[in-house]
């Protein structure tokens, strides 16, 4: 490709080459041209037309024009030289959940050897949903063709969401891939890829989080302030989330759950289930029971304030 420079402030290049040469917030479509405002059939631009040429001019077979966002004039040598589209931020996303359990997915996680996934792809300016494409185990499973038989039916698609879901056949035990790409209508490309675990041995709790570690609670129980009790298991289980009081007192809180392969979580309002108060003072143990055994522990400190006063 042939580049010439001048000395001065004027650039020429071809028109291919001006990508390079392009201010972050403005994109030039090949397929566009800026005569009349004109647009290619299989353009899937939103055009500007002239607003965005600062000034133009011609002479000598060639057409200069100043673009915003440059610090020198673009030289063509054809006589209708492509419009710049102003881009906005790039704001397309691709987020995915655990239908069952509505935990977003993370890019390493567990799930269930029969997973049913949510997928949903956004963008504020516009989708092309013509490249939503989901591979799985290497394996594209959902594309153009196919597309809208995936369509969540409780969320009709538009060009600004798609909403798919998915369920593979019964999975075996290891690790599968899965892999959401898409484009938005100005061409810039999102993928997304995520390595899932399926474990069909025995219940594993590999994280225990409860949170906070000291709680003072309050009465009557406000919902969002208590204690959140955070777990992440290994394969879908039926769980009990149990409170110990001191001293062997016996369960002051007992929950039963079924837990999702992942992520899952549940809240404590800190009344006792003994008492219908608040619990008391002292250190409580905090453990997931599953399939007969203790899956994982942890402890937490209450400390009622107004003890104090």
């Given amino acids: 490709m042939r580049r010439a420079f001048t ?13 390079a040469a392009q201010s972050e917030n403005y994109k030039l479509p090949q397929n566009i041209v800026d005569s009349g405002g004109r647009k290619s059939s299989s353009g899937n631009y939103l055009l500007q037309s002239k607003s965005a040429i600062v000034s133009q001019s011609g002479g000598s077979g060639t057409t200069a024009v100043l673009y915003p966002g440059f610090f020198f004039p673009l030289v063509f040598s054809v006589p209708n030289p492509p419009a710049f589209v102003k881009t906005g931020e790039f704001s397309l996303a691709i ?46 499973v959902i594309n153009n063709n ?22 593979p056949a019964e999975l075996s035990p290891g690790t599968h891939t ?5 484009r938005d209508n100005q061409d810039r490309r999102l993928s997304k890829s995520y390595e899932l675990t399926v474990d ?19 009465y009557p129980p406000v919902a969002g302030k208590g204690v959140m009790v955070a777990f992440s298991v290994s394969k879908d289980s039926d769980v009990n989330i149990v409170i110990f009081g001191p001293g062997g007192r016996g369960a002051d809180w007992n929950r039963r759950m079924t837990a999702h392969a992942g992520y899952n979580q549940i809240e404590f309002s800190g009344i006792s289930d003994l008492s219908g108060q608040p619990l008391a003072n002292g250190v409580y143990v905090i453990k997931i029971i599953g399939e007969g055994k203790e ?14 006063k």
């Fill in 7 to 19: 000395i001065g402030t004027v650039l020429i290049l071809s028109a291919v080459s001006l990508f």
């Fill in 95 to 140: 987020v995915t959940y655990n239908r069952e359990s509505g935990v977003v997915l993370t890019k390493t996680d567990k799930i269930d050897a029969r997973p049913k996934f949510k997928l949903v792809i956004s963008d504020k300016l516009g989708i092309d949903l013509n490249s939503i494409a989901v591979t799985f185990n290497n394996k594209v």
């Fill in 146 to 167: 196919n597309r809208a038989s995936f369509v969540d039916p409780t969320s009709p698609e538009s060009t600004l969401i798609s909403t798919l879901r998915y369920d």
């Fill in 178 to 182: 899965l892999q959401v790409d898409a």
């Fill in 200 to 218: 069909t041995g025995p219940a594993k709790v590999e994280s225990l989080v409860v949170t906070p570690g000291t709680f003072s609670p309050s």
């Fill in 295 to 308: 899956l994982g522990k942890q402890y937490l400190v209450v400390f009622d304030e107004r003890s104090r």
